[in-house]
């Protein structure tokens, strides 16, 4: 059966004013992340027209963790309102993960779960989000913890894209010592995906409320 995946007119769907904007998440904590380098590198290979948008990468180890009682008797901290804004904004999120014992890492699920409160602001924040996932890591190249993302944007109606896959194992060798991807596989497997995934968003771009 053919399923026409042309863009829709007039139901909301269309790109930010400046064309494609991809935002950028993830990373682990420490100073040498590899899946931050990734994020880095996959900068640099965005198709004209496009951009990712490193600008609140840092915003995961900013956050403190999750708590109601924090948003019941105070603001939630200034960085969730600019992160917020940024994936209201997004055409696409390009998420970097890191795999701790088979899993998600918590810092990171801990920013996706101060954007989505209170809950109400979900459908403007993360609706029909196109999101993509790459990751470096160890023997399996974060394979499980992309898996384990999957039900997480399905509750937050985002759309999973994944036309074109990145599991980067062994990643102390694919990167030099200036954290530069220097495994060309490596670089033509994220080339494909920033690709790939910009093609997506502005092909079927996100349906955004009117």
């Not at 924090?70 to 904004?89: G, M, S």
């Not at 970097?96 to 954007?115: C, Q, R, S």
């Not at 196109?130 to 109606?157: C, E, H, K, N």
């Amino acid at each position: 059966m053919h399923v026409d995946r042309r863009p829709r007119g007039g139901g909301g769907r269309r790109l930010s004013a400046a064309g494609v904007r991809v935002l950028a998440l993830g990373g682990s904590l420490r100073a040498g992340s590899f899946n931050r380098a990734l994020l880095h590198e996959a900068a640099a290979l965005v198709p004209d027209g496009a951009e990712l948008d490193l600008s609140v990468v840092g915003v995961a180890g900013s956050l403190p963790l999750f708590n109601q009682d924090i948003l019941d008797r105070h603001e939630a901290p200034a960085e969730v309102a600019r992160l917020k804004d940024a994936l209201r904004a997004a055409d696409g999120l390009l998420i970097a993960t890191p795999e701790y014992n088979w899993g998600i890492p918590g810092f990171l699920k801990n920013v996706i779960d101060w954007a989505s409160r209170p809950a109400s602001d979900i459908p403007n924040v993360f609706g029909d989000l196109p999101v993509a996932l790459i990751g470096a890591g160890g023997g399996a190249g974060t394979r499980v913890a992309q898996s384990a993302w999957l039900p997480v944007f399905r509750y937050l109606r985002m759309r999973p894209w994944s036309g074109h896959t990145l599991y980067l194992d062994r990643a102390r060798e694919r990167f030099d010592e200036d954290r530069r991807l220097s495994d060309e596989a490596g670089r033509e497997q994220l080339g494909a995906v920033v690709r790939g995934f910009a093609a997506h968003c502005r092909q079927l771009p996100r349906e955004r409320s009117s």
